[in-house]
Each structure stands twice: as structure tokens, then as C-alpha cells.
């Protein structure tokens, strides 16, 4: 009987320690690399437009890639983000998995450039089964330079922002752009803080692919 026990006991010790160094990887290793993607340290620390719609985030991310073209033809594809219109631009095959029925396109469309300030950016299509369709909605776009948005759900604009979506367009006077996106959000908590960087791991890797795809498309085929 004593075996038994210590031999459970064992097995307990040992998996409370492969979680907690598990974890202490994670945070210390894993978040660092992946909270500031491609960003320069002073683009991670910069202030940039949208900021201020989080007054006190506790969380937040910079992501960015180097763009072989100028902003013009980087925006028409920023206009078209949406399951609904032009793609979301990063693993179609995996967001099909879950029924999203994504086809994200390789060549700008005329109606989908259109995209004003309260318009809502879907990240699922409008008959999933969500109750509540999660999306983005613009809060403020600043031609060729940057578009703002703000979390929430199809009913509504949120009352106050929580956690936001910023693009910016950083053009380089060798024609190059520096094409960056970040989220502040407002946790509350330590540990709401704590689940919301270990919940950015999918996020970063849909993120990443994201900016690659639309890297990919400014740079092969011209905006029309």
C-alpha cells in the first residue's frame, strides 16, 4: 500500500513539475518571442495611432514585416479583411477546419474597398454557430497610413474598448514599408493578464501568417 502511494505521489510531483516549467517556458521564453514578432524593440515601445482607445492595457502585443512596396499597395488589401470579403489572409485551410469557409483572394475587389469607420470586420461568417459574431469594428482609418479597430461583436460597437486591432503603415524613404500590427487590451487581473498571453498563441499564429499574406500580396501582385 505504502509503494502505491508514494509511487502516486511520484507521479503527481512529476506532473505539477513538467506543468510548472512548462509554463515558466512559456512566459519567459516562448511570450517574448512571440508578444513582439518582427517588431524592432523601439517599435514595441513607440506610441502609436490607437493607443489611446485602451487607457491602462495590461496586455500587449507588436508584430511587424518589412513590405518590398509603398503603402498604396499595402491599404487595399487592409480594406478587405473580413471572412466575408476579401479573406482574412493567413491559413485558410486550418480556419476551414472549423467551418469558417474562408477563401481568402490574391486580387483586390472594387465593392470591398469601401471599408469605412463603424463598419464591422467578421471573423467568422454571418450563420456560424456563435450566438454573438466576433469581429473587429473600425474606429478610425487614416488613409495609407492606418486603420484602427476595436474587438467586440455583431451586435454592436462596444461601449467601452477592451482590447484593440491597429495596422500601421510605416513607409521608408527606400520604398520600403514597415507594416505593423498591435492590440492593447484591458485584463483587469494578473491572472486575466496571465490567460490572455498564454490564449495569444493561436492568435500569433494566425497573426503572423496574416501579415505574411498580405506581405505576399502587396509585393507579387499589383492593387487594383
Request: aromatic share 12%.
Given at each position: 500500500m505504502k509503494s502505491r502511494?508514494?509511487?502516486?505521489?511520484?507521479?503527481?510531483?512529476?506532473?505539477?513539475v513538467f506543468f510548472v516549467t512548462t509554463l515558466a517556458v512559456y512566459f519567459y521564453v516562448i511570450w517574448p518571442a512571440?508578444?513582439?514578432?518582427?517588431?524592432?524593440?523601439?517599435?514595441?515601445?513607440?506610441?502609436l495611432p490607437g493607443d489611446h482607445a485602451v487607457a491602462?492595457?495590461?496586455l500587449r502585443t507588436t508584430r511587424a514585416v518589412t513590405v518590398r512596396a509603398g503603402p498604396?499597395?499595402?491599404?487595399?488589401?487592409?480594406?478587405?479583411?473580413?471572412?466575408?470579403?476579401?479573406?482574412?489572409?493567413?491559413?485558410d485551410w486550418l480556419e476551414n477546419l472549423a467551418g469558417l469557409n474562408v477563401?481568402?483572394?490574391?486580387?483586390?475587389?472594387?465593392?470591398?474597398?469601401?471599408?469605412?469607420?463603424?463598419?464591422f470586420i467578421r471573423f467568422t461568417p454571418p450563420d456560424y454557430f456563435l450566438p454573438n459574431d466576433p469581429?473587429?469594428?473600425v474606429t478610425g482609418l487614416n488613409f495609407e497610413r492606418a486603420m484602427l479597430g476595436c474587438l467586440g461583436n455583431g451586435a454592436g460597437p462596444p461601449e467601452k474598448c477592451v482590447r484593440t486591432w491597429q495596422f500601421i503603415l510605416q513607409p521608408n524613404k527606400d520604398g520600403l514599408?514597415?507594416?505593423m500590427v498591435r492590440t492593447n487590451a484591458q485584463t483587469g487581473s494578473t491572472l486575466g493578464a496571465a490567460l490572455g498571453k498564454l490564449f495569444e498563441l493561436p492568435v500569433f499564429i494566425m497573426e503572423r501568417r496574416m501579415l505574411l499574406g498580405i506581405k505576399q500580396r502587396a509585393e507579387a501582385v499589383p492593387a487594383r
Open positions: 502511494a508514494a509511487g502516486g505521489c511520484g507521479c503527481l510531483l512529476a506532473i505539477i512571440i508578444a513582439n514578432w518582427g517588431a524592432t524593440g523601439v517599435e514595441a515601445s513607440a506610441g491602462s492595457p495590461d498604396d499597395r499595402i491599404w487595399p488589401w487592409l480594406m478587405e479583411l473580413g471572412v466575408d470579403r476579401g479573406g482574412m489572409y493567413s491559413y477563401h481568402s483572394t490574391w486580387r483586390t475587389t472594387p465593392e470591398w474597398q469601401s471599408l469605412r469607420v463603424g463598419d469581429g473587429v469594428w514599408t514597415r507594416l
